[in-house]
């Protein structure tokens, strides 16, 4: 079977199961490129359900890099271990 047929194929099928999905990933819909690495690093180890909300709270605390590279390490820390 030729390749480009059988991955069409499998992303068609996966594509129409799952497109229409409501689920958010974590990497989806942040407002600065350096919110989004940091919440895909997050991701990494744990599940998008449970890194967003974190990471919406990390960002209200922090709403800039700079605000968050001046945060104290233990508290960003404790934040993060939810």
């Known amino acids: 079977m030729d390749k480009r047929y059988y991955f069409l194929t499998i992303f068609n099928r996966l594509d129409k199961k799952y497109s229409k999905s409501k689920k958010r990933l ?29 990471a919406e709270d990390l960002f209200k605390k922090c709403p800039s890099l700079e605000s968050l590279a001046k945060a104290n390490f233990k508290d960003v820390k ?4 939810v």
């Open 26 to 54: 974590a990497s989806e819909n942040w407002d600065k490129p350096w919110k989004t690495l940091i919440v895909t690093i997050m991701s990494a180890q744990s599940r998008d359900e449970t890194t967003i909300p974190i």
């Open 78 to 81: 404790k934040f993060l271990e």
